[in-house]
Nanobody, 124 residues
Framework: VQLQASGGGLVEAGGSLRLSCAAS????????MAWFRQAPGKERELVSG????????YYSDSVKGRFTVSRDNAKNTVYLQMNSLKPEDTGVYYC??????????????????WGQGTLVTVSS
């Protein structure tokens, strides 16, 4: 399983970015997907996730109402639309995948596959 994250960049506070994570995997629809981020000097944290069917989503309190996660199983891709970005959203964003038919897994140790990360920098 290979995950390729893209879409990061430099944006001013209040701006938007859309991250994409393309998966090279068979049966992508059987994978629960998640986005984690790691800010400088901080631990990796779960930002958002979507269940294998797309029917269940998860958002951390810090991004709820601003970020939207979605998936297109026909394209083997998961997205993270990030609006109203804040400087504290700065960090490296990683997509993660686990082959499991369940709700979003909130523990990073539960994910077997990780992308390389894409850097998001929000300037004030």
């Amino acid at each position: 399983v290979q995950l390729q994250a893209s879409g990061g960049g430099l944006v001013e506070a209040g701006g938007s970015l859309r991250l994409s994570c393309a998966a090279s995997v068979r049966a992508f629809s059987m994978y629960t997907m998640a986005w984690f981020r790691q800010a400088p000097g901080k631990e990796r944290e779960l930002v958002s996730g979507v269940s294998w069917s797309g029917g269940r989503t998860y958002y951390s309190d810090s991004v709820k109402g601003r970020f939207t996660v979605s998936r297109d199983n026909a394209k083997n891709t998961v997205y993270l639309q990030m609006n109203s970005l804040k400087p504290e959203d700065t960090g490296v964003y990683y997509c993660a995948a686990e082959r499991i038919l369940s709700s979003v897994l909130t523990n990073s140790n539960a994910y077997s596959y990780w992308g390389q990360g894409t850097l998001v920098t929000v300037s004030s």
